[in-house]
């Protein structure tokens, strides 16, 4: 299987790495925006403009994109898709209706197949939140991110002008997964259940008031939530924040029993040393997923709910049979 990394920064270099422990896949080369020649690649694959990659149409069963769900993923996919078979992690849970409606059009035009927001959340995550509301349909499911770096989010403040570099961390609130956890089924409003801390390396001469005013009024990223804005050096940001830690739980109660007599509870939790190293191997797992499903003449957009679990295992069917089920 043949990929192509489109855009070179946090997860591309993921994919680059995630690409290495999966023998079924190749890496055609980097596709990027910026100079070629200025990025050296990890692990010697070649890099090329990406105005250049319709050359390699024949060459790359499918293309990853590796681009910001602010302002390049909404038009990147749908661009792309006209081309090539393409996946994304798009993040923008408000827009992933819109960004479906559009991918689907572009692919089934052209006969190609795409899957939009892979990752873990949305992504695995939301194959739990899927799988727990099957197994007990009457109950609550919480969803619980953090304390972890959101890419998403700091690329959003990063386009920002002003704004040399941010980081912004997730924050759960620790009474309200403790009450989830105990089947309390707690009412609880977006504001309560997370809070949003954000550091900010600011240009010497910008504004940060009127940076910090439009973070904190940023739909869907951060108005609705209590979030803090920290200023500090280029130099601290790098020294303290340069890791990219995440993770999170998705927790389920429901009630069994003819009476309710029954309390139940799953939960799905991740714990990340790498947020984009491990969101490339969830990325890379869902595209010889939609590889496979093309090979059966699927076309049109896709989510992580439509691709069968034996589409993502480099196992095969009976391997899985007999080491995993």
């Known amino acids: 299987m043949n990929i192509a990394i489109y855009g070179y920064g946090n997860l591309g270099r993921g994919v680059e790495a995630a690409a290495q422990k999966n023998p079924d896949m190749n890496i055609v080369g980097v596709f990027t925006r910026r100079d070629p020649s200025s990025i050296e690649t990890r692990t010697g694959i070649p890099v090329y403009a990406a105005d250049d990659i319709l050359n390699y149409k024949d060459k790359i069963d499918v293309v990853v994109i590796c681009g910001g769900s602010a302002t390049d993923l909404p038009h990147m996919t ?3 898709a006209l081309n090539f078979n393409v996946i994304d992690s798009f993040d923008h849970h408000a827009m992933i209706p819109e960004h479906f409606t559009n991918v689907d059009k572009a692919a089934r ?19 739990s939140r899927v799988y727990a509301h099957a197994v007990l349909p009457e109950g609550e499911t919480y969803t619980f991110w953090g304390r972890g770096v959101s890419q998403g989010h700091s690329d959003a403040i990063r386009r920002i ?14 009474s309200a997964v403790n009450a989830v956890r ?49 200023f500090i050096s280029l130099e601290e940001l790098r020294k303290n924040h340069a890791g990219l830690p995440h993770g999170g739980s998705v927790i389920r109660s429901g009630k069994t029993g003819l009476q309710d007599e029954h309390t139940e509870t799953i939960e799905y939790t991740l714990t990340l040393d790498s947020n984009p190293e491990f969101t490339a191997g969830a990325i890379l797992a869902f595209a010889r997923g939609i590889y496979r499903m093309h090979g059966r003449g699927m076309t049109g957009c896709k989510t992580v709910f439509d691709v069968a679990p034996a589409d993502l295992s480099i196992l095969s069917s009976e391997e899985l049979r007999h080491s995993m089920l």
């Open 109 to 127: 035009e052209t006969g190609h197949i795409a899957l939009i927001s892979a990752g873990w959340d949305p992504g695995l995550f939301s194959i």
């Open 78 to 80: 749908p661009g792309l």
């Open 182 to 230: 105990n089947g309390l089924n707690p009412v609880l409003t977006t504001r309560e259940k997370h809070t949003r801390e954000c550091y900010v390396a600011a240009a010497p001469d910008a504004d940060l008031t009127a940076i910090e005013n439009t973070i904190k009024s940023m739909p869907d990223y951060f108005a609705d939530y209590d979030t803090t804005v920290n």
């Open 161 to 174: 002008p002003g704004v040399l570099d941010a980081r912004q961390y997730t924050v759960p609130v620790e």
